[in-house]
């Protein structure tokens, strides 16, 4: 076997914005999402106002047998180098060397057909994702085991559940057997149960030698199966080395970007009408210190945008320093003591009576809606800090303990 | 755009599970012609190819009430309308065939072709979902409808023989000639087809321009006409449709009557390989690009 299983020298992606998107299909959506920042930071845009370059100027090499986890905002460019090393789209610039049978998973269930049974779409996804005949039939009763669904077979798959298809989706893509796997934000579906089981499946795929690259936003996932991770920022490698250290790097980086007016972010939810922006987001502990709050005392999260809007809603994820979410705070969710207040403007409050968390680093994912209509998104809208404090009288212990929640208790013990 | 650097070597399946040295391929910006007219690479991808057309041939007509009926049905009713209108006005030769025997034996090559061009130059754009999260040759995606074709044409080739039997025209060794005559239609469906395709990728215009053209090709063909009725030289010149010579060498070829229309063959068929060779290079040109733009 080749030592090297991946290339590349200098690899560039141009896209060109404009009137050959016109309005049409996935070139607007991929552009929209992945190259309009560096048109409106002006650093990307030399030549023509309307060529992009989604990727630039990337040299990288991956061995036989690595599992490298890409990471990046939205829009660095993840997404574009996979779809170049899939072969699916051809670089503008430089090249990249591929050693060995590509098998890519970038999305699940491509080419799935409505009007397909269970049975011919698992031959149909199979040949797609680069299968044999053969061995499709070898597997197909694992694939079929692993799915769950041998009572639909024969039931066309426009019949099925969203939550079948994608584990039938998942389950043909699990039993792809290539020498470099090419992964891209596939393991957060289907249910709980299936999820850990699809986890399993791609961390047996990891360990068996072969040479995967994974995307993901579940940073978690990613340093769960990851040795090596690339940071990639707007079309360049920003970091390259073991795992957590490409994540404690990009941690920073998405601190540092919080830091910033958040007006001026650029890696919002591509989603939003932005009637309305984001502009503050805080956690405040009573003293009025922003972004530090002490575990077991109160505090309170203020969300500013721009303009006030009738009917403001917000919803905040907490996620901890890994992206791993904890908890929920949705506006939309009522509950009596909720109240709307004219005197606040264009900002929303959310009283926390007690921080029921553990001493940490956390970070806060917010979106805003008006009327039901999505305006705004940020992920890491801002981090703060959790000191430790006292829960109910039980001091905290300072850090190192595991999980992410304090919750009130109390013992029974024999004497 | 591929340019293996080791000779290739055909691999049996069972030598995928063998630790053979992989090829390395470089993806780089390419330029001219590249996949589509490479052999090795549409073999490599025989299976996909299987299962596409495959595909197309299950989907065609599931949940539909009359399913494979409809293969004979729209010629069958084309038929039944053209010997309405045409059958009784003074002056349309039908070569001395009954008229509805006459049109029939135009229409079923014609619908093969017609549908074969029209779900090939619609199938790049719906199969966006394919062309924009893998890869492999993508001239299997309008290729996918003419395979198909070839199940209901030899469905209503079957039934056009019966009905010509049963009104006294059997067949002679002309019939021989078919797979000639069917291979000229699917090589012009597939350059033109594949072409609009590629085209439609960028242009969603060939969406509207597609079913008028049809109709508009329809009565350039002979086919509510005889070409005998038109006069020389264009009734030779317009064999340069190759409709033209495949639609009368099926009339001659079934029905079992006339001269046969060797001149017109010849030219349609030479017609016919411009068409095919011109719209793959087409295609193999700007192929590289559908995932940007589909």
């Known amino acids: 076997m080749a030592e090297i299983a991946i290339e590349t020298h200098d690899l560039g992606k141009r896209y060109t914005l404009g009137v050959s998107g016109r309005g049409y299909g996935t070139l607007r959506e991929s552009l929209v999402e992945a190259v309009k920042k560096p048109l409106r930071r002006g650093g990307r845009s030399q030549e023509q106002p309307n060529q992009l370059w989604a990727l630039r100027d990337l040299s990288l090499t991956i061995e036989n047998g690595e599992v490298v986890g890409l990471i990046g905002h939205n829009g660095a460019g993840k997404s574009t180098l996979l779809k170049i090393l899939s072969r699916i789209t051809e670089p503008s610039a430089g090249y990249a060397d591929v050693s060995g049978r590509v098998g890519s998973l970038l999305e699940v269930g491509t080419g799935f057909h409505p009007e397909l049974t269970g049975r011919e779409n698992i031959f149909l996804n199979g040949a797609i994702l680069g299968m ?15 799915a769950e669904l041998d009572k639909f077979l024969d039931t066309p798959v426009k019949r099925y559940s969203s939550g079948m298809s994608v584990r039938l989706a998942f389950a043909v893509a699990a039993h792809l057997e290539p020498e470099i796997l090419l992964v891209d934000e596939v393991l957060a579906v289907g249910d709980a149960s299936f999820q850990r089981k699809s986890l399993a499946k791609m961390s047996e795929v990891a360990r068996a030698g072969r040479t995967v690259v994974f995307v993901s936003h579940n940073l978690a996932i990613i340093q769960a199966l990851c040795k090596r991770g690339i ?101 939309e969710i009522s509950a009596p003591a909720d ?21 940490g680093r956390y970070r806060i994912d917010v979106v805003v809606k008006a009327n039901g209509v999505y305006q705004d998104g940020l992920q890491g809208a801002t981090f703060f800090d959790v000191e430790p404090g006292v ?14 929640v304090a919750f009130p208790h109390s013992w029974r013990l024999p004497p | 755009m591929l340019k293996p650097m080791e000779t290739e070597t055909a691999q049996s399946p069972a030598a995928i599970e063998q630790p053979v040295a992989p090829e390395t391929i470089r993806l780089q910006p390419s330029r001219g012609f590249s996949r589509v ?34 293969a004979i049905l729209q010629p069958i009713g084309f038929m039944v309308v053209f010997s309405l209108i045409f059958g ?52 299997f995606i309008p290729a996918g409808p003419i395979v198909a074709g070839f199940v209901d044409l030899a469905i209503s080739t079957v039934i056009l023989l019966a009905i010509a039997v049963i009104w006294g ?64 030289p264009w009734r030779t010149i317009s064999a340069i449709n190759p409709m033209v010579g495949v639609v009368e060498g099926f009339r001659w070829a079934t029905l079992g009557t006339g001269d046969a229309p060797w001149t017109l063959i010849g030219i349609s068929a030479a017609s016919a390989v411009a068409l095919f060779v011109a719209g793959l290079a087409y295609f193999d040109r700007v192929e590289r690009s559908f995932a940007d733009f589909v």
């Open chain 1, 132 to 146: 044999r005949r053969s061995e499709i039939r070898a597997r197909f009763d694992e694939i079929v085991d692993f």
């Open chain 1, 231 to 331: 940071l990639l920022e707007r079309g360049e490698v920003q970091a390259d080395g073991t795992v957590d250290h490409v994540l404690d790097r990009y941690l920073a980086e998405l601190e540092r970007a919080s830091e910033a007016d958040l007006v001026e972010r650029e890696d919002r939810d591509g989603r939003g009408w932005r009637q309305t922006l984001l502009k503050r987001v805080e956690m405040i502990d009573p003293s009025g210190q922003a972004n530090a709050v002490i575990g077991g005392r109160p505090a309170k999260l203020v969300i500013e945008v721009t303009e006030p809007m009738p009917g403001l809603e917000c919803r905040a994820t907490i996620a901890n320093s890994l992206g791993q979410p904890i908890a929920t705070l949705d506006s």
């Open chain 1, 339 to 359: 109240a709307r207040d004219p005197e606040l403007g264009p900002s929303i409050e959310c009283e926390i009576p007690t921080v029921p968390m553990l001493p």
């Open chain 1, 391 to 404: 829960m109910e009288g039980r001091p905290m212990p300072s850090h190192g303990s595991e999980g992410s």
């Open chain 2, 37 to 70: 007219l490479s052999p090795p690479e549409l073999w490599r991808y025989r299976d996909l190819a299987l299962q596409i057309a495959m595909r197309d041939i299950t989907i065609r007509y599931r949940q539909t009430a009359l399913g494979g009926a409809w």
């Open chain 2, 88 to 139: 009784n006005v003074a002056g349309i030769s039908s070569n001395g065939l009954p008229y509805p025997l006459f049109s029939l034996g135009a229409l079923v090559p014609w619908v093969f072709f017609a549908n074969s061009m029209l779900l090939g130059s619609e199938s790049l754009v719906s199969n966006a979902a394919l062309v924009s999260k893998i890869y492999f040759p993508r001239i």
């Open chain 2, 169 to 232: 025209y059997p067949p002679g060794v002309a019939i021989l000639t078919l797979p000639l005559l069917i291979a000229i239609a699917a090589a012009a469906a597939l350059g033109v087809g594949s072409a609009l395709a590629a085209i439609n990728v960028r242009f969603r215009d060939v969406k509207y321009v597609v079913p008028f053209a049809i109709q508009l090709w329809l009565f350039i063909t002979p086919i509510v006409y005889a070409n005998s009725s038109i006069d020389q």
